[in-house]
């Protein structure tokens, strides 16, 4: 890979203003990596706090540099609305670009009635916007505004952009341990929990990599694992997915069983038992591989040309060669360390030196791991490892890695905004 090169394309990506909240009140932009650009996240500790984010690392620093960024519970740009701010504060008095609030995200319904219930039929597609909107100002001007939203239906909202992208090609947005959301007792949670929204709340979000490891129990059946411990029966999860491509039928989704903890000799008759489990609930949807895992794979276009939306990935290679509807194994580039800057050569590493498989996909898992000593000392739990490492992988992806990534996964996946950084760069690339 020539860094230069791919450099110098991120940063000209970066020059296309994204969306509709992208006011051009300076005319021109002038900056490549436009300064002052805005995003808010959801802190990936416990309280769930709303952080605010701007771009302070700008190609020019030119006189865009905000003087003030705010929270508000509306839009901003709708003047008719004067309400005073939830939080304001000047950006000179936080250098970093990074505000944590003390305004809690929590667990709201989803807008656009995307709460999910077994009775949906339907929900209303494009993005939609929680009440919560970040600005940067200039003086009075505005720079840059945006909500914190969901992207529930963003491949086919960009469809003509991004259809004739391969699968392989493309910046897909996931989750590690995507079940590993609730239904542990509370001691275990901050060492088991990779998540805190549950798998349909992911797919409304924007999450289109789902990574499930699979545990069987007699007389209880397959659950959703993390490693040796059972977090939540698989069917509830089967039942979200299924509902989710029902009412958003052309999002694309990657369900990879990844691996199978328990029991440890999780055998043939197992492997059996769980396929047909899951053809029962995905098989009519399952895109089968047929000649499609050569080089990046199919387009997206040739995807939906089919009407199927779930590919389903099998780290078993015998038992994906013998189910016409399953796809070889998918690589995961998985660091296991707890130390950022580790995390950080190794993906960089991983990125340059992939190797296509069989499988035309791969994920880079980014993410911090607690090692042993850390259970034992109750020190480095899931919650602040992904605290210390989820605003930097936005800027990672979104300034270094934009153009070579494929599928990247990350726990408490609001902390980030990778989602958003894989919509630009797809309709970009
Ligand atoms: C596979 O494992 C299951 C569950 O442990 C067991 O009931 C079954 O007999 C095993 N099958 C074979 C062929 O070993």
């Given at each position: ?13 970066l ?17 490549l ?13 416990q309280?769930?706090s ?5 771009i302070t ?20 740009k709708?003047r ?7 939080v ?6 936080f250098?970093?670009?990074?505000y944590?609030?003390?305004i ?8 656009g009635n995307?709460?999910?219930?077994e009775?949906?039929t339907?929900?209303?597609p494009g993005?939609?916007?929680?009440p919560?909107?970040?600005a940067?100002f ?10 914190l939203?969901?992207q529930?239906?963003?491949?086919n ?5 991004i ?12 989750t ?5 959301f609730?239904g ?33 129990y007699?007389?209880d059946?397959?659950?959703v ?17 299924r ?5 958003a ?6 369900v990879?069983?990844?691996?199978f903890?328990?029991?440890s000799?999780?055998n043939a008759?197992?492997h ?12 009519d ?16 276009n040739?995807?939906?040309a089919?009407?199927k939306?779930?590919i ?11 189910n ?22 190794f ?14 996909m791969?994920?880079?898992m ?5 090692q ?12 602040k ?5 989820n605003?930097?992988?936005t800027?990672?992806?979104r300034?270094e ?20 950084v894989?919509i630009?760069?797809?309709?970009n690339?």
């Open positions: 890979m020539d860094c230069g090169i791919g450099t110098l394309i991120v940063l000209l990506h020059c296309v203003p994204f969306g509709e909240g992208s006011p051009m009140e300076f005319g021109a932009n002038s900056g990596r436009r300064c002052g650009r805005v995003y808010l996240t959801v802190s990936s500790s309280d769930t709303l952080e605010l984010n701007w690392d700008c190609v020019h620093p030119d006189n865009l540099k905000p003087d003030y960024v705010a929270l508000y519970n509306y839009d901003v709708d008719s609305e004067e309400a005073p701010p939830l304001k504060i000047r950006a000179s008095d250098s970093s670009g990074y944590k609030t003390k809690k995200f929590g667990h709201p319904w989803l807008p995307w709460e999910y219930r009775t949906l339907r929900a209303d993005p939609h916007c929680f919560y909107w970040i940067s200039r003086g009075s001007n505005i720079i840059d505004t945006k909500c939203g969901i529930p239906t963003w491949m909202d960009n469809r003509l952009q259809g004739t992208q391969k699968i392989g090609n493309l910046f897909i947005p996931g590690h341990n995507s079940g590993a609730n542990v007792p509370k001691f275990l949670e901050n060492y088991i929990l990779n998540q805190d929204r549950s798998v349909w709340t992911q797919l409304v979000h924007g999450i289109r990599y789902l990574d499930l490891r699979i545990g069987y007699d007389g059946g397959f659950y694992n993390h490693d040796l411990v059972r977090i939540t029966k698989v069917a509830q999860i089967f039942k979200e997915i509902k989710f491509v029902q009412l039928p052309k999002e694309i989704i990657v990879d069983f990844h691996r903890p328990y029991p000799n999780f008759t197992l059996e038992k769980f396929v047909s489990l899951v053809y029962d609930y995905l098989g949807l399952a895109l089968p591989p047929g000649g499609l895992q050569v080089g990046k794979g199919p387009t997206l040739e995807i939906w089919q009407n939306n779930v389903i990935c099998y780290a078993d290679k015998a038992v994906a060669r013998e016409y509807w399953l796809w070889q194994p998918l690589q995961q580039h998985w660091a296991d360390t707890k130390n950022v800057d580790n995390l950080k050569s993906l960089s590493k991983a990125i340059k030196e992939h190797r296509v498989t069989l499988n035309p791969f994920a880079l980014a993410e911090l791991t607690p042993p000593i850390d259970l034992l000392f109750r020190t480095n739990n899931l919650r490892l992904a605290n210390d490492v605003r930097k992988l800027m990672w992806f300034d890695w934009a153009r070579d990534v494929n599928i990247v996964a990350t726990d408490y996946f609001l902390g980030n905004d990778v989602i958003n894989a630009d760069t797809n309709i690339r």
